[in-house]
């Protein structure tokens, strides 16, 4: 399994954009990266994911590195409702058991 | 969307009691679910993987005797905690795909404390 290094927490103030990066180094040519976060007390929430190309969503954007080895999650306009752990997962082709880094622990300060 | 159901949502039981917890693909057929473990302020630990129709296949460390998955149909995985101990109070959560390198829809878990 791919490795995955995130910060351990950022901030942000309500309605500003938020860039959350991802290391994913040693990911393969196959994986998709995939991106979850988990509310408090909830399991977690799918939020985007891609191949090579940038993607967007109606939750987010997801800004790919040409190599491949680190991508963004762009929440284009932060609310409360975003304080949440985000999660980067390359995922392969062989199968999808999904394993979780230790994430990301988003902040919203209004 | 795809929907993932999880019962029960919370349950409190007795040291000793077996506990059981449902989950439910609602729109779609999984022939694979999997099973997580939380712990307060930590990751989601991946206990097993369910697989419908034969064994489930447990992650290093997980006892399979004591937590046992049964995945019968397309749409139902269960989870059961025998004879469930203090350090089994746990967040315990399953997901599941339609197909591979798609995204894994979650349940809402089942927060298990014994008492």
């Known amino acids: 399994d791919a490795k995955t290094t995130q910060p351990n927490s950022m901030e942000s103030n309500e309605e500003e954009p938020v860039h959350l990066p991802c290391n994913h180094s040693t990911i393969s040519g196959t994986d998709y990266i995939h991106w979850y976060r988990q509310l408090p007390s909830q399991g977690p929430e799918y939020v985007i994911h891609g191949l090579t190309s940038n993607v967007n969503n109606r939750m987010a954007s997801l800004a790919i590195a040409e190599d491949r080895k680190s991508s963004t999650l762009i929440l284009h306009r932060a609310t409360l409702r975003d304080a949440a752990v985000y999660y980067c997962?390359?995922?392969?082709?062989?199968?999808?058991?999904?394993?979780f880094g230790a994430g990301t622990r988003l902040f919203v300060k209004a | 969307g795809a929907v993932v159901s999880q019962h029960p949502s919370w349950v409190i039981c007795k040291s000793g009691t077996s506990v059981k917890i449902e989950c439910r693909s609602l729109d779609f057929q999984a022939t694979t679910m999997f099973w997580y473990r939380q712990f307060p302020k930590q990751s989601l630990m991946l206990m097993a993987t369910?697989?419908?129709?034969?064994?489930?296949?447990?992650e290093q460390g997980v006892e399979k005797d004591k937590f046992l998955i049964n995945h019968a149909s397309l749409t139902l995985s269960t989870l059961t905690v025998t004879s469930a101990h203090p350090e089994d109070s746990s967040f315990y959560i399953c997901?599941?795909?339609?197909?591979?390198?798609?995204?894994?829809?979650f349940g809402d878990g089942t927060r298990l404390s014994i008492l």
């Open positions: 997962i390359p995922l392969g082709t062989g199968g999808f058991k999904t394993i």
């Open positions: 997901s599941a795909s339609g197909e591979s390198n798609q995204p894994q829809h």
């Open positions: 369910s697989n419908e129709g034969s064994k489930a296949t447990y």
